[in-house]
């Protein structure tokens, strides 16, 4: 049974959950503004050790001046991202050539400097500033200690409290909490590890496979211009996601 929860009513701590056997569910606004901006919906299940992530199939193209929705566009991606403190990893439900994944990584420890004096009220809660680093942008969040888990939307993690909003530098990534609920957990997606089959590999590997795909199509695209046609310069790049930089990258 979902419920959304009062505010006046919100639980002290997590131990509540456990005793109750409930899940919080956050849904945010996830807008990326890259080359075609689109604004899609997802969820963030957790409990004391984990959290699931879940984007939505569908996206948003969106006006990105007005903010205005232009159309629609299916996504068939269908992608969960699990952070598991227990097993000191993040794992990955994603797909490449219509075939998934599951994408492990050891939990990256984002060093965030708190700003205890900058606050502000978000859905009710008192929400305190943070900024940190992580894979080539630097994320100013607000999280609540109201709500005391080291949990955020995506793989924002490591504060102590919900992490409600949150941009990035760049101004190409926001992430806004829309409303919050609790649920029983069985219908949370808990059981996702322990019932997939997919094909295990490391995050190095997967970005790997997804550079070599896209720079075949690269080639491909190529290959079929007209007959004498040249190709002045080409130089491929690594494809461009939320993460900019890996931590086996070296500098250049």
């Known amino acids: 049974m979902k419920k959304t929860i009062p505010l006046l009513m919100i639980f002290i701590s997590?131990?509540?959950l456990a005793q109750e056997n409930l899940v919080v569910k956050i849904t945010y606004s996830e807008k990326l503004n890259f080359d075609l901006p689109v604004v899609?919906?997802?969820?963030?299940?957790?409990?004391?050790?984990?959290?699931?992530?879940?984007e939505k199939k569908s996206e948003q193209?969106?006006?990105?001046?007005?903010?205005?929705?232009?159309?629609?566009?299916?996504?068939?991606?269908?992608?969960i991202i699990n952070i598991n403190l227990e097993k000191d990893s993040i794992f990955t439900k994603t797909s490449l050539d219509k075939t998934f994944f599951l994408v492990q990584e050891k939990l990256n420890k984002i060093v965030w400097k708190i700003h205890e004096k900058t606050y502000n009220i978000i859905l009710g809660f008192k929400s305190t500033k943070a900024t940190g680093y992580f894979r080539?942008?630097?994320y100013t969040v607000w999280f609540t200690k109201e709500i005391p888990t080291t949990f955020g939307p995506w793989k924002l993690n490591g504060l102590p409290?919900?992490?409600?909003?949150?941009?990035d530098n760049l101004n190409e990534i926001f992430f806004i909490a829309e409303k919050i609920e609790?649920?029983?957990?069985?219908?949370?997606?808990?059981?996702?590890l322990k019932k997939n089959s997919y094909e295990k590999?490391?995050?190095k590997e997967f970005n790997k496979k997804l550079n070599e795909k896209l720079e075949s199509k690269m080639q491909q695209i190529i290959s079929k211009l007209p007959k004498g046609s040249k190709?002045?310069?080409?130089?491929?790049?690594?494809?461009k996601g939320i993460e900019l930089k890996y931590e086996w990258e070296k500098d250049k």
């Open 161 to 167: 409290g919900l992490i409600l909003e949150a941009k």
């Open 136 to 138: 080539g942008r630097i």
């Open 231 to 239: 190709v002045t310069s080409y130089k491929f790049k690594k494809y």
């Open 40 to 54: 899609k919906t997802s969820e963030l299940f957790f409990k004391s050790t984990q959290s699931y992530y879940l």
């Open 14 to 16: 997590l131990g509540v």
């Open 201 to 203: 590999i490391s995050l």
């Open 182 to 192: 609790y649920l029983k957990k069985e219908e949370a997606p808990f059981n996702f």
């Open 61 to 79: 193209i969106v006006d990105d001046k007005k903010f205005k929705v232009k159309g629609k566009k299916n996504n068939t991606s269908n992608k």
